[in-house]
């Protein structure tokens, strides 16, 4: 049984700051998704067991960076520049399908396991 344990939400004015962690039972491919409400869980960012490869959606480009310690077993959303429409609770998952050597699941469909998820609130 995987386990996922997120931290680091909260409530932040827009141009601010935000790192989310994401402890895991393993080593694993992850991604992070975000669900506003009324709104479906869209992808956000998503990085290989290894590191090496990393994905984001084209809203959070240059803004968010995905990382990963896997000394630590946790992975890492660090958010800058923060807008109002940032605004959802955030999800980690874990994905335990190996896609090929430069592949990273994008659908929450393809991720296995789920964090409880952490809130994030950007204030205008």
């Known amino acids: 049984q995987v386990q996922l344990v997120e931290s680091g939400g909260g409530l932040v004015q827009a141009g601010g700051s935000l790192r989310l962690s994401c402890a895991a039972s393993?080593?694993?491919?992850m991604g992070w998704f975000r669900q506003a409400p009324g709104q479906e869980r869209e992808f956000v960012a998503a990085?290989?067991?290894?590191?090496?490869?990393?994905r984001y959606a084209d809203s959070v480009k240059g803004r968010f960076t995905i990382s990963r310690d896997n000394a630590k077993n946790t992975v890492y959303l660090q958010m800058n520049s923060l807008k109002p429409e940032d605004t959802a609770i955030y999800y980690c998952?874990?994905?335990?399908?190996?896609?090929?050597?430069?592949?990273?699941?994008?659908?929450?469909?393809?991720?296995?396991?789920w964090g409880q998820g952490t809130q994030v609130t950007v204030s205008s």
């Open positions: 998952a874990a994905d335990l399908t190996w896609h090929g050597p430069l592949v990273v699941a994008t659908m929450a469909a393809q991720y296995d396991y």
């Open positions: 393993g080593r694993y491919a």
């Open positions: 990085i290989s067991g290894s590191g090496g490869i990393t």
